[in-house]
């Protein structure tokens, strides 16, 4: 946990300097908080906000639910990847929300590599199932057993977050904690660039 001084010590300009033109790109599991930290993170750093998911539903003109439904997950991965690599290319830096799937892509890892710095945002079956029970939109968990779909996802997608450039505990405590926690990493991060 982030002691009080540490934020206000936190050069939130010289960060954005650092930064330069990259994005920040949060990845993690569905409930990780990617969105509802990001919203927050972009709000400290000045930067746009924006949620790969939201952009995805806008291009394909209809839900993700819809889309898992009538033209199946291969399908979806593949219209998230050539939207996640838009956005990065066109509109950084921002702050950008990826889908929990969307770093599990090599291209979309490669493209976040190049183009900007990614966040794991890192909780526990716990958290994240608490989370996710409270939205109904989940096609990936419209299963018989949602928390063991959920351990298995996480046992298989947790080797490929573990190589984003950052990691940031996600946990019960408010938004605001974990955001500070993430900048506090950015800085580290750049400063070491």
Do not use: C
């Not at 960060?15 to 509802?36: E, F, H, I, N």
């Not at 819809?66 to 838009?86: L, S």
């Amino acid at each position: 946990m982030l002691m009080a001084d540490t934020v206000e010590t936190l050069d939130v300009a010289a960060l954005r300097a650092a930064l330069g033109q990259r994005s920040v790109v949060l990845v993690g599991m569905m409930g990780s908080g990617k969105s509802s930290v990001g919203k927050r993170l972009g709000a400290r750093l000045g930067l746009p906000f924006v949620d790969a998911d939201t952009e995805i539903e806008t291009a394909a003109g209809m839900s993700i639910p819809d889309i898992f439904a009538q033209r199946g997950e291969t399908e979806f991965r593949d219209g998230e990847r050539r939207v996640i690599a838009r956005i990065l290319t066109t509109r950084s830096p921002l702050v950008l929300a990826t889908g929990g799937g969307a770093y599990m892509n090599a291209d979309t890892r490669a493209r976040i590599a190049e183009l900007g710095i990614s966040v794991w945002l890192k909780a526990d079956v716990d958290v994240l199932m608490r989370r996710v029970r409270k939205r109904s939109n989940r096609p990936l968990l419209r299963t018989a057993d949602p928390e063991g779909t959920m351990r298995r996802l996480l046992a298989e997608r947790e080797p490929v977050y573990s190589q984003a450039d950052i990691t940031v505990i996600s946990s019960d405590d408010p938004h605001e904690v974990v955001v500070e926690a993430a900048l506090a990493e950015l800085e580290r991060a750049t400063s070491s660039r």
